[in-house]
């Protein structure tokens, strides 16, 4: 449960006073409006479908999560932010990109700083946002900062044309191969641990639901026989944070002694082609914002930042 902590600030603008308050019903309407208005604002292209009333039933669901900023002109801003044990990143307050709305960074520190008691006192230890690239900005001026990019490119007949090298081969995998998944991700994640953006060492757990789900496709590349690299490709559900029809790839891995070799370029075409059933009209893939390797490899294969994952310590 999420406590919230209820107070008042002077404004810039005169005598204004703002206030941070829990989300109430009657404020639904408004919150999902400039949701919807933000969202279009900050569409690609692709990202212009929007299920209005599936977000305005989430918005309900987790009305309990939600805290909204108001002056005398109504509602200025809102946070929606939900307490999760995740893995290596441990208990931690997550907030999407539909998580969040304010007319102006001091707006945004009102209600960051007023939430953070709250947030420290359910036991979060960092606050994590997805946040469209556009207001990357704001959010570091109140002391976030960038740990990952979100890129993404239309899927179509544009993908690599790359071939494997002589000697190396993808093939199809599944639960059966859960041991070489984790043996592949605990090496590339000692050796380097800024990979494809995910946090450090997945737990076998988390594996091990990616392979049972019938909607993955994992591949793993060989070298005369020896597993050397894989990534798994899956469907995101239709939520309210990420477009409709829409793969993702993860767990993006090629051991240090094999790169540079046009492996990985290969590999993603093969991940891809082995999804090729599945009707997705767009690919997104994360990675870690220092890895200027990674960073690369995926702005030459036609992905283009969208969103930043950024972290703020909250003690």
Do not use: K
């Amino acid at each position: 449960m999420v406590y919230f902590l209820t107070f008042t600030a002077p404004s810039l603008y005169g005598d204004e006073v703002t206030a941070l308050r829990p989300a109430r019903s009657a404020d639904i309407d408004e919150i999902v409006d400039r949701v919807v208005r933000a969202r279009r604002r900050h569409a690609d292209g692709a990202e212009d479908s929007i299920d209005v009333g599936a977000l305005r039933r989430e918005m309900n669901d987790s009305l309990a999560d939600i805290s909204v900023l108001t002056n005398s002109t109504g509602l200025v801003g809102h946070l929606r932010g939900t307490i999760l044990e995740g893995g290596s990143f441990g208990r931690a307050l997550w907030m999407s990109p539909d998580g969040f709305s304010c007319n102006s960074a001091e707006d945004l520190l009102a209600l960051v700083e007023g939430c953070r008691p709250s947030w420290i006192e359910a036991g979060a230890t960092a606050a994590y946002v997805w946040a469209p690239l556009i207001d990357a900005t704001t959010w570091e001026e109140v002391g976030f900062q960038r740990v990952h990019a979100r890129g993404v490119r239309v899927r179509g007949g544009d993908h690599p044309a790359d071939s494997f090298p002589e000697g190396y081969r993808a093939r199809r995998a599944s639960l059966d191969d859960l041991d070489i998944a984790l043996s592949l991700d605990h090496a590339q994640t000692a050796s380097d641990p800024q990979t494809d953006g995910l946090p450090p060492g997945p737990v076998d757990e988390e594996w091990r639901e990616t392979l049972e789900d019938p909607d993955s496709s994992y591949v793993i590349v060989e070298y005369h026989g020896i597993a050397v690299g894989h990534a798994v490709a899956f469907p995101l559900s239709a939520h309210t944070g990420s477009t409709q029809s829409r793969l993702h790839l993860s767990g993006v891995v090629i051991l240090p002694e094999h790169r540079g070799r046009g492996v990985g370029r290969a590999m993603v075409r093969a991940v891809l082609d082995a999804a090729a059933a599945q009707d997705d009209t767009q690919v997104e893939v994360n990675w870690d914002t220092h890895n200027e390797v990674a960073q690369n490899f995926w702005r030459a294969l036609g992905f283009r930042e969208t969103h930043l994952r950024l972290r703020r310590v909250l003690n």
